[in-house]
């Protein structure tokens, strides 16, 4: 808890406005930022320098790279700068609901969420708001957000404020539909291109059948045609393996309470990614949680790699840690299994409710608790929360990476905390508990 998250220069400024007030009153138009390193993706800089500029970050590199630049210094010798950070996996609509209890069964915790949810255009926005300010806060330039619940209140709270927060991405709008449900689903779909337009306020609209669950073969059909960026949860609880093999289970009674079921809700047999292959197949959908996987559904995960548009998995680690995966007995999550066989892997936070009381919406502490936990290597933690949460959404891969050669990279930078016990600095930013600043927005 000692490691400042900004320095006590500047009279309580943030960094950004240090880094704005320097670049202005230099006759160079450059500011120089030197700090403990930078990482991308490809690349660890330590120690590093950042030449700013009137547009944002002009180089970053090593010192001798970099060489004499005119114009006034910041030093961040306890700071690791980064491009920005996406988060592909978020529901915003949900930030300010509050703690919700896990009992262990997923079905009754959904319940409760459903029934405290933001419910009036207003508090859908207000929630929306709140999000956008927590994630921006944590370094999220880019975003993949479920708007919940045929959402296009929240879709549209999203498009209204992201731009001017200087965060882009997608906005799934989220579908159910089974067994009577089905046709409820199906006809929104059959609607959605022509009632929203494809991208407003740097939102592009995507869509999202929820579950294997709450959602039939005609709704994840209806959903694959539209050529939309598609997400659903996927492989997320032992109930939903269970429901999707024989249609049994705590989902079955969910769907009967609903007035949902219908006796032709008998399972497919097999597993959830199996029963979703086809259909999703060229689709670029992002796959959400897999926290389940056999040997024969992780096969024909990562078998789908390399065909067509490739389906992107994402993680999110705290959500899989409230919800108490893996069940006993049951193996980790296999993301470094998948990054080793070609899959992408991309970081999602998923909703504010299990994050305890976390004060941003970040992947960063994502990041933290793999390191913490599996002593992940911080190069493809780096890359999971910026080039495959880019892939997963669409987004220019150079628009999470810093500058390099003929690579203008990234205008915007974050500048991550060292923790002062850590043995290096790319180490450091991962052991530290502070939040990221940002560097230049
Ligand atoms: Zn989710």
Redesign the pocket.
């Known amino acids: 808890m000692n490691d400042p998250a900004r320095p006590m220069s500047g009279g309580g400024e943030t960094l950004a406005e240090q880094a704005r007030a320097l670049v202005r009153s230099s006759p160079s138009g450059r500011a120089v930022v030197r700090l403990a390193a930078a990482v991308d993706a490809a690349r660890t800089i330590a120690p590093a320098v950042a030449v700013l500029g009137h547009q944002g970050t002009i180089a970053v590199d090593t010192p001798a790279a970099i060489g004499a630049v005119p114009g006034p210094v910041l030093d961040l010798p306890r700071h690791v700068a980064m491009p920005p950070l996406v988060n592909a996996?978020?529901?915003l609509d949900l930030t300010g609901v509050g703690e919700v209890p896990f009992n262990g069964v997923f079905a009754d915790w959904a319940g409760q969420v459903r029934s405290r949810r933001a419910q009036t255009p207003e508090a859908v926005a207000a929630a929306v708001h709140e999000g956008v300010r927590r994630s921006v806060a944590g370094g999220t330039g880019f975003i993949g957000d479920?708007a919940g619940n045929f959402g296009l209140a929240a879709l549209e709270s999203l498009r209204s404020c992201a731009e001017h927060e200087g965060l882009a991405g997608v906005g799934f709008v989220e579908v159910f539909g089974i067994g009577k449900g089905s046709a409820r689903g199906v006809e929104f779909l059959k609607g959605l291109r022509e009632s929203v337009v494809a991208e407003r306020g740097g939102i592009r609209l995507g869509v999202s059948p929820h579950a294997p669950y709450s959602c039939d073969d005609a709704v994840y059909a209806a959903a694959a045609e539209l050529g939309l960026p598609l997400a659903t949860?996927l492989a997320e609880t032992l109930d939903e393996l269970q429901f999707v093999r024989d249609g049994s289970g705590p989902f079955r009674e969910l769907l009967k309470s609903v007035g949902a079921w219908t006796p032709e809700l008998a399972g497919w047999g097999h597993g959830p990614v199996e029963r979703l292959q086809e259909v999703l197949q060229g689709t670029g959908a992002l796959l959400?949680?897999l926290n389940y996987l056999d040997q024969v559904e992780f096969d024909r995960l990562v078998q789908r790699v390399t065909k067509g548009r490739g389906s992107v998995a994402v993680y999110?680690p705290r959500?899989s840690a409230f919800f108490r995966h893996p069940a006993k007995g049951r193996p980790a999550h296999r993301y470094r299994d998948m990054l080793a066989a070609g899959l992408p892997v991309a970081l999602?936070t998923?909703?504010a409710i299990v994050l305890g009381d976390a004060p941003t919406i970040s992947v960063l502490d994502e990041m933290r608790l793999l390191h913490r936990r599996d002593a992940t290597p911080a190069a493809t933690l780096v890359a999971m929360a910026t080039v495959h949460g880019a892939a997963a959404l669409g987004v220019d891969p150079s628009l999470v990476q810093l500058p390099s050669g003929a690579r203008r990279g990234a205008a915007s930078l974050i500048a991550v905390p060292v923790s002062a016990a850590a043995a290096g600095p790319v180490t450091g930013m991962l052991e530290s508990d502070q939040p990221c600043e940002w560097l230049w927005r």
Do not use: L, M
Request: proline share 0%; charged share 10%; hydrophobic share 35%.
């Open positions: 996996h978020a529901h479920i949860h959400v949680h999110c959500a999602g998923d909703s």
